[in-house]
């Protein structure tokens, strides 16, 4: 199944992989090359497969969610004010990076980069005009509290109870068990 998004914008091209939707096929060509890389995408991660430089023999290599750095995302600013965000799959070896969504509106670009890092449960990352990809603070299942004024009690309230030491009360249900049968004998 392919649910890529390939739309033709002002001059550039905005690609949008469906973090949705799986599996996902997909082609690239690599920045500064003319070797051409397919992708296959699934919910435990990647399949690359591309044609080695030097011999031109097949050479496929599966890489789990985990073997990522992050979801990163690069700004660039254009003359015009209008600015282009690339999310990625960020992998030490750059060739290995894979891209997921380049576009302009910022709301669907942090919308895919949430889903993608929780998909994978790896860091959302931001790349730096220095090249250094440095970690966002996002944590999407922190309870906070809205004022921090409420003491200890509404503090311990917040935190989970266990499964093992929840009760009810006694009350009726309004569910009445009757039993019939006879009595066995062992």
């Given at each position: 199944?392919?649910?890529?998004?390939?739309?033709?914008?002002?001059?550039?091209?905005?690609?949008?992989?469906?973090?949705?939707?799986?599996?996902?096929?997909?082609?690239?060509?690599?920045?500064?090359?003319?070797?051409r890389i397919a992708v296959k995408l699934d919910t435990r991660g990647?399949?690359?497969?591309?044609?080695?430089?030097?011999?031109?023999?097949?050479?496929?290599?599966?890489?789990?969610?985990?073997?990522?750095?992050?979801?990163?995302?690069?700004?660039?600013?254009?003359?015009?004010?209008?600015?282009?965000?690339?999310?990625?799959?960020?992998?030490?070896?750059?060739?290995?990076?894979?891209?997921?969504?380049?576009?302009?509106?910022?709301?669907?670009?942090?919308?895919?980069?949430?889903?993608?890092?929780?998909?994978?449960?790896?860091?959302?990352?931001?790349?730096?005009?220095?090249?250094?990809?440095?970690?966002v603070d996002f944590q999407p299942h922190r309870v906070t509290a809205?004022?921090?004024?409420?003491?200890?009690?509404?503090?311990?309230?917040?935190?989970?109870?266990?499964?093992?030491?929840?009760?009810?009360?006694?009350?009726?249900?309004?569910?009445?068990?009757?039993?019939?049968?006879?009595?066995?004998?062992?």
């Amino acid at each position: 199944m392919t649910n890529t998004q390939v739309l033709r914008g002002r001059d550039d091209t905005v690609l949008r992989i469906d973090p949705a939707y799986f599996p996902q096929k997909f082609s690239y060509t690599a920045k500064g090359t003319d070797a051409r890389i397919a992708v296959k995408l699934d919910t435990r991660g990647a399949v690359v497969r591309r044609n080695l430089p030097s011999s031109n023999l097949p050479f496929s290599i599966a890489l789990p969610g985990r073997a990522f750095k992050g979801v990163a995302a690069r700004a660039v600013a254009h003359v015009d004010g209008a600015i282009t965000v690339t999310l990625e799959l960020h992998h030490a070896d750059p060739e290995l990076c894979i891209p997921l969504l380049v576009a302009h509106d910022l709301e669907a670009i942090v919308a895919d980069w949430q889903e993608w890092a929780l998909l994978y449960d790896i860091p959302m990352l931001m790349v730096e005009a220095d090249g250094a990809a440095r970690a966002v603070d996002f944590q999407p299942h922190r309870v906070t509290a809205a004022n921090d004024e409420a003491g200890p009690r509404r503090r311990k309230a917040t935190r989970p109870i266990p499964r093992l030491t929840v009760r009810m009360e006694d009350g009726k249900l309004g569910v009445a068990l009757k039993l019939a049968g006879r009595a066995v004998a062992a």
